[in-house]
């Protein structure tokens, strides 16, 4: 049950973190509504959408903020948990906006006209 309450933990910590994040919601947004087609793209669309937050983070942000650019912290057990975490925010994200996408807004379903 311990690890049960560990792994629920995790996945509301990394929703908690999403949800609040204007750049995760505005990427999950681009995915899920213009790129994501079928719910087979679900898995490597969240491993895009995490590479592309990590990305901007790590070299994007630093611009902007007029510091130097440096290599994120590869070798860090607490950057993979971040990165993790962010994943978990990123699929249940990209889960209920393209259900959305899908079901409530039909955004991109055919016609269906006979």
């Known amino acids: 049950m311990d690890l049960f309450n560990s792994i629920f933990g995790f996945i509301q910590a990394g929703f908690n973190d999403m949800r609040t994040n ?8 681009i995915i ?4 994501m087609k079928k719910w087979g793209q679900l898995l490597f669309m969240t491993i ?3 590479l592309v937050h990590l990305l901007a983070v790590a070299f994007v942000k630093p611009l902007l903020d007029g510091g130097e650019i440096a290599m994120p912290p590869l070798m860090d057990k607490e950057y993979w948990m971040t990165a993790l975490g962010l994943a978990v925010g990123y699929l249940i994200m990209l889960i209920v906006l393209f259900f959305l996408k899908n079901n409530v807004f039909k955004i991109g379903k055919g016609g269906g006209g006979h």
Not at 22 to 29: G, Q, T, Y
């Open 48 to 50: 895009a959408a995490t």
């Open 32 to 35: 899920a509504f213009f790129i």
């Open 22 to 29: 204007l750049m995760a919601i505005v990427i999950a947004f």
